[in-house]
T-cell receptor
Framework: EAGVAQSPRYKIIEKRQSVAFWCNPI?????LYWYQQILGQGPKLLIQ????????DSQLPKDRFSAERLKGVDSTLKIQPAKLEDSAVYLC????????????FGQGTRLTVV | AQSVAQPEDQVNVAEGNPLTVKCTYS??????LFWYVQYPNRGLQFLLK??????LVKGSYGFEAEFNKSQTSFHLKKPSALVSDSALYFC???????????FGKGTRLSVIA
């Protein structure tokens, strides 16, 4: 079974530029998550999708971050414009359903904003 | 709202010795608890989970965790540590329904040969 795929693995941009990350979850997984992991901290949820609907985006900085999951499969996370404090690893995860199951994580995208 | 505390930033243990990585949690209802491990430049890998049943949960790579409801703890353990166990360990919790995993800040485990 293929795991969660993310791209790119690394990205360096200047502040005020825009950037997009892509995630392909495990086949058949209805729930998809985007987490932000700042160095030295645990992952923090940005947004949770169930199929192509948003379940929780309460911690997403909506003035600069956006995410979509068209057709309930792939997802993209965008930052526009980026700030220095957005430097972090962005992790995508998926699970078969909400509730009791664990989430399976991709390798993440390391973003550096300079 | 649920939360997780990992009181130790770093745990050092000699190879072959038992290891414990501590985790306490707070949820309004029944907890569903998880341990993940993160190696450098890698994503999070699932180790084990507690949903219900036996308080001692066994997981991958010889790890186990003990759920203690009265102490609201879910400590990760291994009887004999390996150098290859050196990594960053995260405890996570969720409760019923649609809530996502909430992670602790992580504990760095260093196993010394």
């Amino acid at each position: 079974e293929a795991g969660v795929a993310q791209s790119p693995r690394y990205k360096i941009i200047e502040k005020r530029q825009s950037v997009a990350f892509w995630c392909n979850p495990i086949s058949g997984h209805a729930t998809l998550y985007w987490y932000q992991q700042i160095l030295g901290q645990g992952p923090k949820l940005l947004i949770q999708f169930q199929n192509n609907g948003v379940v929780d985006d309460s911690q997403l900085p909506k003035d600069r971050f956006s995410a979509e999951r068209l057709k309930g499969v792939d997802s993209t996370l965008k930052i526009q414009p980026a700030k220095l404090e957005d430097s972090a690893v962005y992790l995508c995860a998926s699970s078969p359903e909400m509730g009791f199951t664990e989430a399976f994580f991709g390798q993440g995208t390391r973003l550096t904003v300079v | 709202a649920q939360s997780v505390a990992q009181p130790e930033d770093q745990v050092n243990v000699a190879e072959g010795n038992p290891l414990t990585v501590k985790c306490t949690y707070s949820v309004s209802g029944n907890p569903y608890l998880f341990w993940y491990v993160q190696y450098p430049n890698r994503g999070l890998q699932f180790l084990l989970k507690y949903i219900t049943g036996d308080n001692l949960v066994k997981g991958s790579y010889g790890f186990e965790a003990e759920f203690n409801k009265s102490q609201t703890s879910f400590h990760l353990k291994k009887p004999s540590a390996l150098v290859s166990d050196s990594a960053l360990y995260f405890c996570a919790v969720r409760d019923l329904g649609n809530t996502p995993l909430v992670f602790g800040k992580g504990t760095r485990l260093s196993v010394i040969a």
